[in-house]
């Protein structure tokens, strides 16, 4: 007997899942009518919110402010400062330092230290020019290096420790080491932070908030505004992009627009300006990476030493979760004998940095590919070879961590046949002969793979909430606690409903995501949207279904297997009813239409103290070749062709699962490319702008682009139609092209390690160039 989760398309063919359905929202995305919160009709009276801060002011004690010209400028209505907050000044997500106002102290640049309120929103940012700071400066800590000199950390260090590495390293043929430098990243959403509070009856408050987290955001606004939970609700229809950086960060500006509307008695909206906004929001982590590797001789790894010195800003926001998830990859798709994989959360006198796709996987796995790199330049290898050498196996499957890797024969299966689809071998001697008629352009090829573990590695979040209601006249309304980003997983959960209920797509009216229809939710974040999401309106949609089914056994004395739900209707042995037809026959009957559904995920049991337990679910695997060429003249590089091969298990919705697969790549892509961020000696960010800060466009996506999903057995976990997750673990699929710059300035001193630093910008390309001409091999 089968259960639900076990069925194929063989044993039961699916209407609406595994079907490449368009994006709920995709004609309103193409012709402008989606509407964000800026869209928003505003209610009559809606007053604007706007940040201020020092503006002169990098790090050190307020001495004094002056408001009095900030409060008599047109327009303002009210300002705002820690003293107005009748809560706990405080939004943080978990560890607590991070002030919604500042007080005491500018503890980096761009601090928010008052807000003020006005008719218009131009009107409330010109007033924030007019205010009269004065800071006592203190020298700032600004580097990693700065803060392992300062011994400052937001959070205590941590490592794995596998085997004996003290014994394995000196017993190694071959040791290899360096330091590596690994750069940040903007999130640079479309739409920018921004929240609309509408004060309610009794002390209450409606917050439109572009979250990722919307409990997060009730329970901060709740904290700040010294209200119940119960009394805010925060909904979010849908986000103009989040990628991480609405996942804690979102927390301030909701309190803040939640906080002027308390005052004021109206509703009030705060929306960041796009340099505000990049000056006053946190990024990916950037590390400076230490490490060191001894192999056998043949580039067989024997031991791993890895330091991760992570800056973190000057709190620690989700630092603890980022870092691990640094260490949890740390190993990319290789197993290490013995490992020492340490960690250190530093802090600095910037902006604290925050979630990103990935959360820090990618540094981790760019590490080790950098290692993986070095064996083989070293020796004189084919990467691929080494990397193919050092994979997970039968014998060689347990992670540094002690979770083992079940599914290593897919991880080899799906490299092998991208290795023969983009005639990888081939390309490899075409690669050398090009290098070695031309001097001053070289190319590069790099096959990199992606494992990535599918979960929240805090155990409480791996849990969702869904509720369902079924109509008398057969429609269907869906709410879950997933937010929608432009990722599709609204579409992808309204698939599933569909498919349970046996409905049709138009049947299925998709609503915004509201704490007061599904409660306690966890952040769409970790890939796992539609893991949790979709599984809990999937028992939502069965419970409904099954009480549907008992009503109608014993109306029409028939067994279950003589009814089928299918495109909204019921089919009772040789008997046809409309879906609306039962639903109201049911209601008649006085049998429940509507369910809250719950899941959470099974045989997650991570102890962080012991480091001990099984941190995923499962993996994702997937594979990249890029091919590059570098202008060793200029340090220019353009990517010529990339071809993925990536793992969904059994997709929900192949059109979708592609797109987040084109737009991830590229992401990393510019992460490991084009997006620097510069700061100064005293700790202002200088790339604050589109015109500094260079994310890819569409002249920088490959111009031969080959995107295909795995054909497996699916997921073996029970996942909802043993789908995998697809959000992170494409973005690290760029490793290939990082690694692809650093094949061809190899090219110039073969046994050479080239020093390359991401990002790879025209300018670090060149520093490298430059020193591998001065370098002799080892």
Known sequence: ????????????????????????????????????????????????????????????????????DVRSAPGVVTV?????????????????????????????????IFAVVAETRDQARKATALAK?????????????????????????????????????????????????????EHFYLE?????????????????????????VQHTVAKVLGVPDASITAEVRRMGGGFGGKESQANQWAALAALAAMKTGRTCKMRLDRDDDMIMTGKRHDFKVEWKVGHDGTGKIRAVDMAFLARCGYSADLSLGVNDRTLFHADS??????????????????????????????????????????????????PLDIRKLNFYDGERNMTPYGMPVEEFEVMHDLIDKLEESSDYRTRREDVAAFNA???????????????????FTLKHLNQAGALVHLYTDGSVHLNHGGTEMGQGLYQKVAQVVAEELGVTMNKVVITATNTSKVPNTAPTAASSGTDLNAMAAKTAAQEIKSRLIAFICEQHQCKPDAIHFGDN???????????????KQAHMGRIQLSHAGFYSTPGITWDRESVTGRPFFYFAFGGACAEVTVDTMTGEMTVDRVDILHDVGHSLNPAIDIGQIEGAFVQGMGWLTTEELVWDESGRLRTHAPSTYKIPTASDVPEDFRVDLYEGSGNPQATVYRSKAVGEPPLMLANAVFCAINDAIASLNPGVVPNLNAPATPESIMRAVQAMRRRTPA
């Open 569 to 583: 209707k019921v089919l009772v042995g040789d008997q046809s009813f409309t879906l609306a037809d039962i639903a």
């Open 437 to 455: 008629s031309n001097a001053v352009l070289k190319k590069g090829l790099a096959l990199t793979p992606v494992k990535f573990g599918i979960s």
């Open 1 to 68: 007997m089968t259960t639900p989760l076990d069925r194929t398309p063989a044993e039961a063919p699916l209407k609406h899942v595994r079907k490449g359905l368009p994006h709920d929202s995709a004609i309103k995305h193409v012709s402008g009518t989606a509407t964000y919160i800026d869209d928003r009709v505003e209610p009559v009276g809606t007053l604007h919110v706007a940040p201020g801060w020092a503006r002169q002011a990098v790090r050190g004690r307020i001495q004094s402010v002056d408001l009095a």
């Open 80 to 112: 705002l400062t820690a003293r107005d907050i009748p809560g706990i000044n405080d939004c943080s997500s978990a560890f607590g330092g991070d002030p919604v106002l500042a007080e005491d102290e500018v503890l980096f640049y761009g601090q928010v």
């Open 333 to 382: 798709s290789y197993f290490y004998p013995d490992a020492l994989i340490r960690s250190r959360r530093l802090r600095t006198d910037t902006c604290s940095n925050t979630a990103f796709r990935g959360f820090g996987g990618p540094q981790g796995m760019l590490a080790a590919e950098r290692m993986i790199d070095a064996i083989a330049i070293t020796l004189g290898k084919d």
């Open 192 to 216: 920018g932070q921004i929240a609309m509070a509408e004060p309610q009856e009794d002390g209450g408050m409606l917050v439109h908030t572009s979250t990722q987290h919307p409990t997060e």
């Open 133 to 185: 700071i004065e800071v006592a400066p203190i020298t700032p800590i600004l580097t990693p290096d700065d803060a392992v000199d300062a011994d400052t950390t937001v959070l205590p260090d941590y490592q794995f420790r596998r085997g004996s590495p003290e014994t394995g390293m000196p017993a190694s043929e071959e040791i290899l080491s360096g330091t590596m430098f690994i750069g940040g990243q």
